[in-house]
């Protein structure tokens, strides 16, 4: 997993070492300063769609970034690798969240129309009826129940 403490850090040393501003980063960004706050705090990571941009206002490469460390030429390979493994497990990890997220919300929508339905041929007194099943108000909807 991205380490984004580390990350964070090396984008503020890297952005100090320019003699930028957060604000200045920023708008060479196109973006707001609490965003770069945010990651260099280490409370997220830049979208994909910035890190070329980023990396190009920083003078470092990608895989600088993503290491959160000046990449040495003979350790460059072996970290993109890392690198890239790191970001595929992610990417796995999301789809499987995003999956559960789904299965859940299913299983809940499955769960309330089957409640529903149940509800439906419960013989319940006229006064629950009213109370429950027309806004909780204790007053006729106009219907008769």
Known sequence: MMDQIRIGRFIAE???SRNLTQRQLA???SISDKTISKWECGKGLPEVSLMLPLCA???ITVN???SGEKVSSTDYQKKAEGNMMNLMKENEENRKRMALC???VAITVIAVCALIVIASYIDLPTVVRRCCF???SGHSSGRNA
Request: proline share 0%.
């Open 64 to 66: 600088d970034l993503l």
């Open 27 to 29: 708008d060479a960004l």
């Open 14 to 16: 890297s952005r100090k």
């Open 134 to 136: 027309s806004g909780g």
């Open 57 to 59: 206002a920083l003078d």
């Open 102 to 104: 789904i299965i859940t």
